[in-house]
């Protein structure tokens, strides 16, 4: 079992920065693909990114390519994503997921385990 914890949302300006976290407890996130999704109001949720464990490998939808990143930080059992630039079309909940297959994953239901969310608002 795992529990995901997102936390780091708040208000930004545009053009601004906020960097997420997605803490893991219950198990290690060494050997889990972690995906961030994201949901804003009256819209279907939106696949950012993931990064694999292993290889490390990440992928990025288009939409934020360039301007968000995902790392990670095994000994803390934490996922980041780091978003620069950020928009007001960027608001919305931010959710982090894991799943136990190595591989790039784009889908929610992919995923086994998912956090709460934690809510990012852009100012124009």
């Known amino acids: 079992q795992v529990q995901l914890v997102e936390s780091g949302g708040g208000l930004v300006r545009a053009g601004g920065s906020l960097r997420l976290s997605c803490a893991a407890s219950?198990?290690?996130?060494?050997?889990?693909?972690v995906g961030w999704f994201r949901q804003a109001p009256g819209k279907e949720r939106e696949f950012l990114g993931t990064?694999?464990?292993?290889?490390?490998?990440?992928s990025y939808a288009d939409s934020v390519r360039g301007r968000f990143t995902i790392s990670r930080d095994n000994a803390k059992n934490t996922v980041y994503l780091q978003m620069n630039s950020l928009k007001p079309e960027d608001t919305a909940v931010y959710y982090c997921?894991?799943?136990?297959?190595?591989?790039?994953?784009?889908?929610?239901?992919?995923?086994?385990?998912w956090g709460q969310g934690t809510q990012v608002t852009v100012s124009s």
């Open positions: 219950g198990r290690t996130f060494s050997t889990y693909t």
């Open positions: 990064s694999l464990w292993g290889s490390g490998l990440t």
């Open positions: 997921a894991s799943s136990s297959r190595q591989r790039v994953l784009r889908l929610w239901e992919d995923y086994g385990y």
